[in-house]
């Protein structure tokens, strides 16, 4: 089979889809972002952007626009502005891989308030633990509760018991307070995954 576009044979089309979205606390404006406040998609290599399509933004008010450039491998989207968990989704069909499609965008003076991800790959999708099938936001109330109960062990354990956890040669109040320490890290690391799953959700708007 061949597929040709415009008297060209293609060897390979793909149909990329994104989810770009706010992921700060703050309204995300154009005047934040460099290059005229643009979102850009990039193409690599040989390939060429064949079609676009702006499937949807979180509301009318965003006034988010594609413009595809003369070069056939550059998408620009325009907006007005972006409220948190606000954003557009976007299909492109080119030729070529799909990693060859990458994503530009630099924010002026804030880290992170800009997030993109590909559908092929959805930040919320469901995990496998322990046969079960579980979703990320359940995943992290699980790895908090761990913490929670881990934190109540530990402060049930006498100091001079701590060397089941702690086999080291120092004094008993060293090791009692490495013991009391340790619950508090592991707090820190669940709550850690709880947000950055429940950060990585995909905006109901979007989906």
Known sequence: MKIIFDDIVLRRVTLSQFIVWNIG?????????????????????????LNY??????????????????????????????APKEGVKIEILHSGEGESLKFHCTIRDRVGALTVAP???????HMKFFGFMISPRTMGWICVALGGFALVFMFMIPADRA?????????????????????????????????????????????
Do not use: H
């Not at 404006?29 to 690599?44: M, R, T, V, Y």
């Not at 399509?53 to 491998?73: F, G, V």
């Not at 559908?119 to 999708?125: S, T």
């Open 119 to 125: 559908l092929y790959e959805p930040p919320n999708k």
């Open 25 to 49: 606390r703050d309204r995300l404006i154009p005047n934040d972002i460099a290059d005229d406040g643009s979102l850009i998609f990039k193409l690599e290599g040989d390939g060429r952007i």
């Open 53 to 82: 399509e702006l499937i949807r933004s979180s509301r009318p008010e965003n006034k988010a626009s594609l413009n595809l450039q003369e070069d056939a491998k550059t998408l620009v989207a325009k907006f007005d502005f972006f």
């Open 163 to 207: 060397d089941f956890f702690y086999p080291l040669k120092v004094s008993p109040e060293i090791r009692d307070v490495l013991r009391r320490a340790m619950p508090g890290g592991f707090i820190l690391y669940c709550a850690g995954v709880l947000f950055w799953l429940t950060r990585r959700r995909f905006p109901k708007s979007l989906v």
